[in-house]
């Protein structure tokens, strides 16, 4: 049963434009979810995170946003980067602090 | 600061074989989890240790996974026998704390069983 899932396997977009990852919860006693940015052949890297008591987090060229009544986050990066190219995680804190994770989304930022 | 050390990075194996992997947390941080992550999937928590102590190994296929963490600082997660279907990534993370703080990954282990 996958509680975060992340339904696009991958994204294509034109440097400078604006990359948005989308990420929906079933579990409603998710309370903290984050975003974590992954190389080939390296670990996870936290990238930004948000708590369900707001809306928005921004920080620099990334934002993301939720929305609770649709259980439904996602994470903006303009302008993006080729360096931006990575494989990015949704995940999400419950109470008992387990962090459950989707499958991943891969970013292609394209020159 | 230095980050979570892992060892090795890549381990090949014979199924029914025994193998071991090593993780040095983040100086200080307490919390230290195991996940596994098989190709195409997000990372899944296999064992959360608090100190030496353990938090949740609620997904540990405890019959031929186990892991320590002695002295509150180091750990090892061992495999015996191994089975195909555990051919992963076997990442370890810290946390100063087990409260919604991020988790600092290492490179992870990848282990392929022959």
């Known amino acids: 049963d996958q509680q975060v899932k992340q339904n696009s396997p991958s994204l294509s977009v034109q440097e400078g434009r604006i990359s948005i990852l989308n990420c929906d919860y079933t579990?409603?006693?998710?309370?903290?979810f984050l975003w974590y940015k992954k190389y080939p052949a390296e670990g996870p890297t936290f990238l930004i995170s948000i708590s369900s008591i707001k809306d928005k987090n921004e920080d620099g060229r990334f934002t993301v946003f939720l929305n609770k009544s649709a259980k439904h986050l996602s994470l903006h990066i303009v302008p993006s980067q080729p360096g931006d190219s990575a494989v990015y995680f949704c995940a999400a804190f419950s109470s008992n602090y387990k962090l459950t994770f989707g499958k991943g989304t891969l970013l292609t930022v394209n020159p | 600061e230095a980050g979570v050390a892992q060892s090795p990075r890549y381990k090949i194996i014979e199924k029914r074989q025994s193998v071991a992997f090593w993780c040095n947390p983040i100086s200080g941080h307490a919390t230290l989890y195991w996940y596994q992550q098989i190709l195409g999937q997000g990372p899944k928590l296999l064992i959360q240790?608090?100190?030496?102590?353990?938090?949740?190994d609620s997904q540990l296929p405890k019959d031929r996974f186990s892991a320590e963490r002695l002295k509150g600082v180091d750990s090892t997660l061992k495999i015996q026998p191994a089975k195909l279907e555990d051919s992963a990534v076997y990442l370890c993370?810290?946390?100063?704390?087990?409260?919604?703080?991020?988790?600092?990954f290492g490179d992870g282990t990848r282990l392929s069983i022959l």
């Open positions: 579990n409603s006693m998710f309370d903290y």
């Open positions: 993370a810290s946390s100063s704390t087990a409260a919604r703080q991020p988790q600092h």
């Open positions: 240790f608090q100190n030496n102590g353990v938090v949740d």
